[in-house]
């Protein structure tokens, strides 16, 4: 019969038609989320250095920062890097450099309206037996908490974790200067022996940015939800 025949070429276009559209949706929004990622430090401020080798902090966060880069457009997100090479951000290293380059993080932050902000850094603890992975927010802002927790909880569940640590509230400026989901992963520290052999090793680099990467789509995924 000719109308039935009509009605499954309708159902068929339609079909397709809502595909299209659904596909079409989906790199949209893929394209809209932003993440940036907040090498800490950098040029003349290498941060804290490793207990054993001096290596400086400034140099362990931007490489994980690459990593994390390299996750986040494989999963279609765009990225925006604070910065992409181990120059600071200050411009010339006069006084007031440290200001400078906090307020041109801020300023790219502010710019990129991101669905969230992962600031990488390296831990330093007078007590060298301290270890692990330890993640800060803002304590008045829920969402960043938790981002916070997701990221820790996934940080807690790698091999190497020693114990399980519970996210810190912080006073940052990383932290206060926006109100975009925002965190400060310390992945490790370099006042730990253990920790900063782990950290100088390319297949620990690549795990932490596994697990940052996981905790963080987690949170992404929990508030498209909500
Ligand atoms: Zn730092």
Not at 32 to 39: E, M, S, Y
Not at 66 to 93: C, N, P, S, W
């Amino acid at each position: 019969m000719a109308w039935a025949g009509a009605a499954l070429a309708l159902i068929v276009a339609l079909t397709f038609a809502m595909c299209f559209f659904a596909l079409n949706k989906t790199a949209a929004e893929a394209q809209r989320l932003t993440v940036v990622i907040d090498a800490g430090h950098g040029g003349i401020d290498g941060g804290v250095v490793g207990r054993v080798t001096g290596t400086k902090e400034s140099e362990i966060n931007l490489a994980i920062a690459r990593l994390l880069q390299e996750r986040f457009e494989d999963a279609g997100f765009r990225v925006v890097m604070t910065r992409q090479t181990e120059a600071g951000l200050y411009g010339a290293a006069t006084s007031g450099y440290k200001r400078r380059d906090m307020q041109k993080r801020a300023e790219i932050i502010d710019k990129s309206n991101p669905a969230m902000v992962l600031s990488v850094h390296q831990n330093y603890f007078p007590v060298a037996a301290r270890r692990g992975g330890q993640v800060f927010f803002r304590a008045d802002s829920a969402p960043s908490h938790t981002l916070a927790c997701m990221i820790q909880s996934a940080l807690n569940e790698m091999p190497e974790s020693v114990r399980a640590s519970q996210p810190l509230a912080g006073d940052y400026y990383i932290l206060n200067c926006s109100d975009y989901p925002s965190v400060i992963v310390e992945c490790g520290f370099l006042s730990n022996e253990e920790d900063e052999a782990l950290l100088l090793s390319q297949d620990y680099r690549e795990a932490i940015a596994d697990a940052v990467c996981r905790g963080a789509l987690g949170f992404l995924s929990s508030s498209a939800g909500a």
